[in-house]
């Protein structure tokens, strides 16, 4: 059924669309088929051989071990490497809280900052390190210069370029050899020709990466430092079944090219020419022009602007307080002096700083105990006092700075992630990193589980603190606390259902990819001249 | 004779479809690439001169941040790293606010695309794809042939040709470089003393020698093959080893030999020590400021505080330095490795330059602390920190020289190889 | 003259190639070289052109040994290769150029060009062309072109009229006698047994690296070369 299908395809792109083929559908003769079938096998047959015996398929799955095995050791090593020192901070975390816990709430939370661990694929990934304060003075700069070896680069450098070398001459190479002329005069289609070629060839090149996965398989779970539940094996297969629509999008590339070429030579140049482009250009070049498309305000400006308003808040609001102050002495005359030098209950400030004085605020309650008319005059005051609050508030929420400059971030972002899905290889960067909760997507995750523990630590803070104080009204903050029941930080990672569902577009472009790629093979192979 | 076979390699270059296309990949590439790291080059500055203006105004936190140097467009290297604006805590320094750039999350996925990455990857590979099939292409068209039946001698064949091809090659790498630098600097934003121009030099002619070193290379492979068709897998393979597998690889072989702890580790650390005298802080807050002995009990304790944080700073930091320098000795011998170390430190935003500015604050820490206790010289009157980025004569006279070295002599290596291989070369 | 003296190749893996095979072709000599595929008349060839050295004998071009000085050897003779191809992005006029040059020969005008190639039967206007346009029996006569551009006393062809059509042949005949004319001396290796009996002044049958008959040509002017090169064939076959 396919094979005529894809007849009637081929008839078509020829510019022949006629009634014949679909009454061939219905009036099929079985012997046909079987002659085109067996054709078919023996085409694929000789293509699967010619590569295997070719010094490229050698090199390719050499190089694929060897990268894999050396891979995996080393980032093996460095993973027991980044779990022990996960475990140095924790241990070091506990110590310090266990003996140094203070009551102070801003250096209690600041002490319960969770920590990450690192990432189970980081194996096979290298993650992104995770941007959780603003950077170091300190931090390690050498991944600058040289961003580390891994699995996505075996699959992306490695099998790509492997994948163009196997399919560059595949028709170009055997019109210059003069086989396909040899091929054609047989009673054979074109089609079938492609279709040999398409799946001997990606048979003969999986092979390697197959291999060499396997060996990678192997050493996970032979390694006893290593635990994988199910789940991760699930994501490796996802992974592998990624990598493998990445590959044969190269494989199909090279063919397009080929028959677009008629010799080797041009086609090997143009297919680098576009790797190059696809791989090593769009997607580097993509986030700059994002930031020159969609500008963000700078984060020094931003934060300027933000002061300048609180600034301007708090200058509104004591210049009211400042008026209220003048028609309240107008008004209540000694009255207002005495609330005056009682510090306005205690509130130097209006409760716009931080400096309460609580031995006025007590003062002034006994003053206004005795006198209604010193409470009314109080209360009025606070009135005021609350009204000029509220300005302050409205005037800082009327122009949101911070969250208008992550909204901006987040757009170029976006705008960023979008214009590099022209390169498979950023597709295939966000399926496998997303998938295996090294990427973008689970430091989102993660910050919003570090958000939520945060909350909750502050929470318990608070209560701990206020706790100590009711038992302990002379605790000073240099007193320290028992912390013993805090709340850990336990980071699980997405459920893999919703990863799936967030990679599928991403995929999909992949697979689109490969469907145009092959089509346009078709298209090109069925007009080539083979002379 | 060594001329006219040259001319012969130019003319026929220059006519061939592999010319044009690598011709016009290469110089798209390095425009695009000078223009895009120009544009991130000015929002750096924009940044830069914002962070100044708002330290200087003397509100809240006083920090230092150094310029970004313009010829970070060329290669940006640890540039974005340097110019970050720091200060000095009680215990160790801290960066200051936040980088503008890290907004978009995806520069943590890519590399930046700067002149150095574009000659590092790029160029290398065309440079390959140039030469791989000089000889075994011209033995399968059988005009080599045709030209040994002459009264020519090999080792004057296989030079003209090296002198050919290469100069056809790099003219257009230089062409482009040049109109890309001449548009660039030309802009009032882009200020370049002398200095910087000697090191743009340098960097160039660095990067013609890195060029040439596999220019050689594929030549020799082209000697050592008979078919240009395994000519090409086999310069492709070389080129993966070489550019992607030893430099990356290396670096994390390095660090099994030389455990660092991780920054978070350290600043946990940092946080232990803060807590230790956390008591003697706060007994020092309920002495007066005005009691004579004030001064002297904050000096004893800022001296012992910055004693264990001294320390500890200093151990981490030789720890990593030692990384570093592992790590160069092992990927040193590939060509990319060498070219990358010696190009970011030419032009101040290497590793050498970062451990200059560490060793330069550290100084500078003392200085203060000097200053002040030693000197009683008020705090308002402390020099503010000036930074000059290493000067030509610096760079040459540390590891430079030893990079450079590595790929004189890789070239020689390789050029002489290919003569070697080629005097025995079976031309039937 | 091209002086081939017990010439003995055996290659690594023990094929032997050549059997002390004699010879000489004298001035104004065409002599042909024929024989079987791998009967070793490439392979003598390329010991003239110092490709690979003797295992024992020697061959000399005008009295240099070719493995001893074959710089000084190749400065006297001139070498069309069976298939000719050149530079195919370079002109006619780029290649006869290129290759005049590396004979040493200098300062070439364009009047040098035009005659060469009016005497190889092909048109002027084929210099301003390039040699990827160019048919097979065209790039032949381009190959001899650049022989004759070279001038030297001695010419190597192997297998030059392989795949020629019938004119073709014929006009690299002519040219064959034009050159015998100025006293070169010419060593021909070929499997056309016709032509080499219109062509030949002595014709030599290699067979598995020996040579096994020479005959002038008066001894095969009338009889059927064919028959004489079948029986000789056999003839060895027989001794062994």
Redesign the interface.
């Known amino acids: 059924m396919l094979k005529t299908i894809i007849a009637r395809v081929s008839e078509y792109l020829n510019g022949d669309l006629n009634l014949r083929p679909l009454k061939a559908i219905f009036t099929r003769k079985p012997a046909k088929t079987i002659v085109k079938l067996r054709s078919l096998k023996t085409i694929i047959a000789k293509e699967f051989l010619n590569n295997i015996l070719n010094l490229r398929f050698m090199i390719g799955l050499v190089l694929c071990i060897v990268v894999t095995i050396s891979c995996i050791m080393i980032l093996a090593h460095d993973y027991r490497q980044e779990m022990k020192d996960y475990n140095i901070r924790i241990h070091l975390q506990d110590e310090m809280l266990d003996n140094y816990a203070p009551a102070n709430e801003y250096r209690l939370r600041q002490m319960l900052r969770p920590q990450k661990p690192p990432e189970r694929f980081r194996l096979l990934i290298i993650g992104i390190p995770a941007n959780e304060s603003v950077g170091s003075f300190d931090e390690d700069p050498l991944p600058i210069l040289f961003p580390p070896l891994d699995f996505l680069f075996i699959v992306t450098i490695i099998m790509s370029l492997l994948a163009i070398l196997f399919s560059h001459d595949a028709i170009a190479g055997e019109r210059q050899s003069g086989t396909l002329r040899l091929m054609i005069s047989n009673s054979v289609s074109r089609t079938a020709i492609l279709l040999g070629k398409l799946v001997g060839g990606t048979i003969s090149l999986i092979i390697p990466f197959i291999l060499a996965l396997l060996v990678g398989v192997l050493y996970i779970s032979i390694n006893p430092a290593i635990q994988w539940d199910s789940s991760a094996w699930l994501e490796l297969a996802l992974l592998s079944a990624a990598s493998i629509t990445f590959i044969t999008l190269f494989y199909f590339l090279g063919l397009m090219v080929s028959t677009f070429s008629r010799y080797s030579s041009t086609s090997i140049l143009n297919c680098l020419f576009l790797w190059v482009l696809l791989i090593l250009v769009i997607p580097n070049v993509c986030p700059y022009i994002a930031a020159q498309l969609r500008r963000v305000p700078s984060i020094e400006g931003t934060s300027r602007r933000s002061k300048e308003i609180e600034r301007h808040s708090l200058d509104v609001a004591r210049e009211y307080m400042v008026e209220a102050a003048k028609r309240f002495r107008l008004k209540y005359g000694a009255l207002f002096a005495e609330y005056e030098a009682l510090g306005f209950g205690g509130n130097w400030n209006w409760g716009l700083a931080d400096d309460d004085d609580p031995k006025l605020q007590e003062a002034t309650r006994r003053r206004a105990e005795g006198d209604p008319e010193f409470a009314a005059m109080v209360e009025a005051f606070r009135v005021e006092n609350r009204k000029a609050q509220q300005e302050l508030i409205r005037i800082r929420e009327a122009s949101p700075v911070e969250e208008d400059l992550q909204r901006k971030a987040a757009s170029q972002t976006r705008l960023a992630k979008d214009l590099a899905c022209i390169s498979p290889f950023a597709d295939f960067v966000y399926v496998a990193r997303d998938l295996t909760g090294t990427g973008l997507r689970s430091l989102e995750h993660f910050k919003q589980v570090k958000e939520k523990y945060i909350w909750q630590v502050g929470r318990y803070a608070e209560e701990k603190i206020s706790d100590a104080k009711k038992k302990n009204l002379a605790l000073k903050e240099e007193s320290l606390l028992d912390v013993s029941d805090r709340p850990r930080f336990v980071f699980k990672e997405e459920p893999l259902k919703d990863k799936l569902i967030g990679v599928l577009p991403y995929w999909g472009i992949l697979v689109l990819f490969n469907v145009v790629f092959f089509v346009a093979a078709f298209a090109g192979f069925m007009r080539y001249d083979v002379r | 004779?060594i001329f006219?076979?040259a001319k012969?390699e130019m003319?026929?270059n220059l006519?061939?479809?592999?010319f044009s296309?690598?011709t016009i990949?290469s110089t798209v590439?390095i425009l695009?690439s000078i223009f895009?790291?120009y544009?991130?080059f000015c929002?750096a500055r924009?940044?830069h001169e914002?962070?100044q203006k708002?330290s200087q105004k003397g509100q809240g936190r006083h920090y230092e941040v150094i310029p970004p140097t313009p010829l970070g467009i060329f290669a940006k290297?640890?540039d974005e790293?340097l110019c970050?604006p720091?200060e000095f805590e009680a215990v160790?320094?801290?960066?200051s606010?936040?980088?503008?750039?890290?907004?978009?999350?995806?520069?943590?996925?890519?590399?930046?695309?700067d002149l150095l990455?574009i000659i590092k990857?790029?160029l290398s590979?065309c440079a390959m794809?140039f030469a791989f099939?000089m000889v075994s292409g011209e033995k399968e068209?059988?005009?080599l042939?045709?030209?040994?039946?002459?009264?020519?001698?090999r080792p004057i064949l296989i030079i003209g040709k090296w002198i050919g091809g290469f100069t056809s090659f790099i003219l257009p790498f230089l062409v482009s470089v040049l109109i890309g630098t001449i548009l660039v600097t030309s802009s009032p934003r882009v200020e370049m003393n002398p200095q910087d121009w000697a090191k743009l030099g340098l960097f160039i002619l660095s990067g013609v020698v890195y060029l040439a070193v596999f220019f050689s290379l594929g030549l020799l492979i082209s000697c050592l093959t008979h078919r240009?068709?395994?000519s090409?897998?086999?310069s492709?393979?070389v080129w993966?080893?070489l550019v992607?597998?030893i430099?990356?690889?290396g670096?994390?072989?390095a660090?099994?030999f030389v455990?660092?702890?991780?920054?978070?580790?350290?600043?946990?650390?940092r946080?232990?020590i803060m807590?230790?005298f956390?008591?003697e802080i706060?007994e020092l807050r309920r002495i007066p400021e005005t009691r004579s002995d004030y001064k002297a009990h904050e000096e004893a304790l800022i001296r012992r505080i910055f004693a264990d944080s001294d320390k500890l700073?200093e151990n981490?930091?030789n720890r990593?330095n030692s990384?570093?320098k592992v790590?160069q000795n092992i990927?040193r011998f590939s060509p990319a490795?060498a070219f990358?170390?010696l190009a970011?430190d030419i032009m101040g935003t290497?590793?050498a330059e970062?451990q200059r500015l560490k060793r330069m604050v550290q100084s500078y820490k003392n200085l203060i602390v000097h200053l002040i206790y030693d000197e009683n010289i008020d705090e308002d009157s402390i020099p503010g920190f000036h930074y000059g980025r290493s000067s030509v004569n610096e760079i040459l006279s540390q590891e430079g020289l030893r990079n450079s070295l590595v790929l004189i002599l890789l070239n020689v290596l390789f050029l002489t190889g290919a003569s070697v291989a080629f005097l025995k070369y079976?031309?039937? | 003259m091209i002086k081939i003296n017990e010439l003995t190749k055996r290659y690594e893996d023990g094929v032997l190639a050549l059997d002390h095979v004699s010879y000489t072709v004298a001035p104004g000599e065409i002599f042909c070289l024929l024989g079987a595929n791998g009967a070793g008349k490439t392979t003598t060839v390329n010991i003239l052109l110092d490709f690979i050295p003797p295992t024992s004998g020697t061959a000399s071009i005008n009295g240099h040994d070719c493995n001893k000085f074959p710089l000084e050897a190749k400065k006297y003779v001139s070498y069309v290769s069976e298939n000719v191809q050149l530079y195919g992005m370079f002109t006619a006029r780029q290649n006869l150029a290129f290759f005049a040059e590396l004979a040493g020969k200098k300062g070439l005008k364009k009047k040098d060009y035009d005659d060469v190639m009016r005497t190889v039967g092909l048109p002027e206007k084929a210099l301003k062309m390039r040699l990827k346009h160019f048919s097979k029996g065209m790039r032949q006569k381009l190959g001899i072109a650049i022989a004759l551009l070279k001038d030297p006393p001695a010419i190597l062809m192997d297998e030059p009229t392989s795949g020629l059509d019938p004119t073709s042949a014929h006009e690299f005949l002519d040219q064959l006698r034009r050159l015998r004319q100025r006293d070169k001396a010419i060593l021909m290796t070929t499997h056309d047994i016709f032509r080499a009996k219109i062509i030949a002044d002595r014709v030599g049958i290699m067979k598995q690296g020996r040579l096994v008959a020479v005959r002038k040509r008066e001894d095969f002017k009338h009889a059927d070369l064919e028959q004489i090169y079948m029986r000789e064939m056999q003839a060895a076959e027989t001794v062994e």
Do not use: C, H
């Open positions: 004779m006219e076979i012969k003319r026929q006519l061939s479809y592999k296309i690598i990949l590439l695009l895009i790291m544009s991130d929002l924009e940044n914002v962070l708002e290297g640890l790293n970050r720091w160790g320094v801290e960066i606010s936040a980088k503008q750039k890290s907004l978009n999350d995806l520069f943590k996925l890519f590399t930046a695309p990455y990857v790029i590979l794809l099939d068209t059988g005009t042939r045709q030209s040994l039946s002459n009264d020519l001698k240009s068709s395994t090409l897998v086999i492709l393979f993966t080893i992607f597998l430099p990356n690889l670096n994390i072989l660090r099994q455990s660092v702890p991780t920054v978070q580790q350290l600043e946990l650390r946080k232990q807590e230790k956390r008591p706060n700073d981490y930091r990593f990384l570093v790590s990927t490795s990358t170390f970011t290497g590793m970062e079976d031309v039937r």
